[in-house]
Structure formats: C-alpha cells, structure tokens
C-alpha cells in the first residue's frame, strides 16, 4: 500500500504527470440519424394479408361447405401455395412488434393507448355487425356456434376480447387480435415512463424468459398472459427495430437469433395443428425463415431505396381486409364454385375484398378513427388536470 501523501510530501516537487480522464460509464448506443420511411412494411403487411386470404380461399380442405371439401380439385396449382398461406400470421406478427416498438418511441403512454384504439377499433366494430348480420342472414355450417350464442355473443364480440372470456369469434381470423392485445398491454406496461434502449432491452429477454418458462412448467396462466406459441415473434420484431434504430450488436443479435430457434421450436406445434391438413414442416420452417431473413433486411436498410408511396394506400387495406375476407368470402365461393372457374371466382373475389376494404378504410376507418382520436384526446386532458387539480389540493 502507497504512503499517504497527506503525511509525507516529496521534499521536491515531483515532475506533472498527466491527468487521465475517468472512464465514463458505459452508454446506449445513440441513435442513428434519420433514415428514410420503411414504405417496404405497408407492402410486406399487405402481403401478409394476401397470403392468410390465399389460405383461406385457395388452401383448406376441410369443410366440405367451401369447395365441397376439395380446394385442391379445383385449382391444384393454387392450392399447393396457397396451403402455406396461414404462414402470414407469423410475419404479422413480426412486423407488428417491429413497427409498434418504431411507432411508440418517444411518445407518451396516453398517445401509445389512443394510437391503438384509433386503429384497431373503428374498422373492427364495423365488421363485427356486418359479419353479424351476414351470419344470421345466410345460415350456414360453420356459423352454427355464433348463431346459438346469438346477440349476446356479437355484443361480446364488439369488446374484442371474446377469446379470454370464452366467447366465440364472429370470424375465425379474430383469435389473433386476442394475442396482438395481450402483447400491446406487456407493452404499455413496458412503455409506462417512456421507452429506453436498456428497459425495451430488458423486457424483450424477460418476456423471452417467461415465455419459455410457460412452455417448460406448463402454467396456465403464463401461458395465457405470455404466449410462448407466438411470443418469438413479436420480441424478435421489437429487437430488430432496436437494430434498425441504434444499430446491431452481439446481444441484439443474439436475441433475434434465439427468438428464430425457439419460434422454428414452437412451429412444430403449430404444424401438427394442421394435421389434416398434409402441411410439410421444412416448407413451413423455410417461409418462417424467409420472413425472418426479410425483417433482418427491413432492420438493415437493404429496402430502404423502395420509396414507393403507393404502398402507403396499400398497407392502408390490410386491417380491413383482413377482418372482412374470410366469412364473406367463404359465402360467396359456396354459391357459386360449381358455376364458375376456381381461378376465376378467387380472382375476382380478391379483388372484390381489395375494393370492399378500401371502401371501409375510406368511409368506416378514417372518420370514425378521427373523431375518436378526438375524444380520446380531451379525456386523457381531463385525466391530466384533474390530475393537476389533486395534486395542488394536497400541498
């Protein structure tokens, strides 16, 4: 041990040794300068959407009431892409936990909730009653359950939370919402505060770890708070977008990759659910793949030059055709798959629903999602001054 220089001082004076700075703490890599707006994730959801419709129309052979049971008659070409089509939902997936990571940086909790409920709700609500009244119009098989649920069931239906409470979806594509709210209410838990590269960090490896453990313990209530089925997805979507924000390193990375062996892991059980199906695991793990493998490329800048503003408009028809196309669709290919060419009537009927929810988004969408952003925003106003107010009474 040194003397202490308080006690013994060199006779001479010492020759000046240069100070060296103290080392800084370590600091979250700052984030990049502004890049240009990833149109390529309206195109990529548009597609996503495409590709669950091509399932829907072209892919299943199940119920004998579309296509009498035989998709594959009818269009063997189609139907051999077409059968892979539910892979769509998987990239969904990751671009959602993508694009609400990028779209709630730096907002406030209250414009994160209202940004949700002004996206999700409108178009939602609209096609809950026009599915509805479809339903109860045409009976057919597979609307045997919500037609026995009756009015109560829809008006269960409208809250879009009918798959935590036991009710039953106005349209079978609706158990996805029920995942996509679980994973906006981790995270607004995880915004509460603001959003920082070390917390987002943080959550996605927690939630990983919470996932896997739901999987391993077998706890209902991990499982249905935590998801692990899908979970991989949405967390490997967030963590790609802290790339695309601050740039890559061996934990983000490693994360992305983890998340990639676990969903490939999960995607065994999702495969056995179509059974009946014939559905191939090395097609499904390569589409997975292959979404992943696009996502890294969106995170990366390789389609930053697609600056087509088209897909703007594009993306806009996702949502609502995504709720709109399969009840509808499935009538109409039962009236008339014995009267006109297969490739035709899907055509067609694609086209049919691109125009149908543009017209939604037009005239359902907009207005009514402007008006309630409105209301929600004098709310929250209320909220903070009577917030404001309390805190005042109390000094």
Known sequence: ???????????????????????????????????????????????????????????????????????GTYMPTLHRFANYGWVGVEM???????????????????????????????????????????????????????????????ITNLTMVQEGTGGMDVDGVYWTLWIEL?????????????????????????????ALLATSTGWQVLDGIFFPRYAPYFIAGVALYMIHRFGGNLLLWGLVGFCW??????????????YWQKVSYDVAFALVTLAFVVMIGVAVGWFDRIQW???VSA????????????????QVIRHFHSRVNAYVLVGVLTVSMLVF????????????????????????DEVREIGRRERAERV
């Open 1 to 71: 041990m040194p003397p202490d220089s308080s006690l013994a001082a060199p006779a001479t004076p010492a020759p000046a040794v240069p100070v060296q700075p103290a080392a800084s703490p370590a600091r979250p890599p700052a984030a990049r300068t502004a890049r240009p707006r990833l149109y390529i994730l309206d195109g990529l959801r548009l597609c996503a959407a495409l590709a669950v419709l091509s399932w829907h129309y072209a892919g299943i052979e199940r119920d004998p009431a579309v296509w009498g049971g035989k998709a």
């Open 92 to 154: 969904f997936f990751l671009i959602s936990g993508f694009v609400i990571c990028m779209s709630s940086w730096g907002r406030p909790l209250g414009s994160f909730v209202s940004s949700r409920i002004t996206r999700l709700f409108p178009a939602y609500w609209f096609s809950v009653l026009f599915l509805a009244a479809v339903a109860f119009l045409v009976r057919v098989p597979w609307n045997e359950g919500l037609i026995k649920g009756s009015y109560s069931n829809v």
């Open 182 to 210: 679980r994973f906006y209410i981790l995270f607004g838990l995880m915004a509460i505060g603001g959003l920082t590269y070390r917390k987002v960090l943080s959550f996605c490896c927690g939630w990983l770890l919470l």
């Open 261 to 274: 062996m676990q969903a490939q892991n999960q995607l065994r059980f999702i495969v056995a659910d179509y």
């Open 309 to 311: 503003k088209w897909l």
């Open 315 to 330: 993306g806009a028809l996702t949502y609502p055709l995504y709720l709109v196309h399969e009840q509808f669709g499935w």
């Open 357 to 380: 929810a543009w017209l939604i988004h037009r005239l359902i969408e907009r207005p009514a999602s402007a008006a309630l952003r409105r209301g929600l925003a004098r709310a929250f």
